[in-house]
Nanobody, 127 residues
């Protein structure tokens, strides 16, 4: 059974940095891609970043490009999200997602591209 466990959220002042981690446990073989989404109160879940292990392709939302970096260890099915230059508008619950299905990187920018989700970790950025 696949289980995604996130960690690393918290409270940070604007301009600061946080690093989120997510481990995909329960299977002995590597998944195809992992991603991060976020959801603020009253808003829809939105794509943040994704990494497709084949080729190491990464994709970012325009709102975080240049500030956030997704990386990970395919063999361990673990993904990280380094968040720098945080802004108050980055405040949200951050959710890790994983899929064992191979597709074009653009597919992994949509929630439908994932089969498994974590419980989420809260990130709050104060001004």
């Amino acid at each position: 059974q696949v289980q995604l466990v996130e960690s690393g959220g918290g409270l940070m002042q604007a301009g600061g940095s946080l690093r989120l981690s997510c481990a995909d446990s329960g299977r002995t073989f590597s998944n195809a891609a992992m991603g991060w989404f976020r959801q603020a109160p009253g808003k829809e879940r939105e794509f943040v970043a994704a990494i497709r292990w084949s080729g190491g392709t990464t994709v970012y939302a325009d709102s975080v490009k240049g500030r956030f970096t997704i990386s990970g260890d395919n063999a361990k099915n673990t993904v990280y999200l380094q968040m720098n230059s945080l802004k108050p508008e980055d405040t949200a619950g951050y959710y890790c997602a994983a899929t064992y299905s191979y597709a074009d990187s653009s597919y992994y920018t949509r929630p439908v591209g994932y089969d498994y989700w974590g419980q989420g970790t809260q990130v709050t950025v104060s001004s």
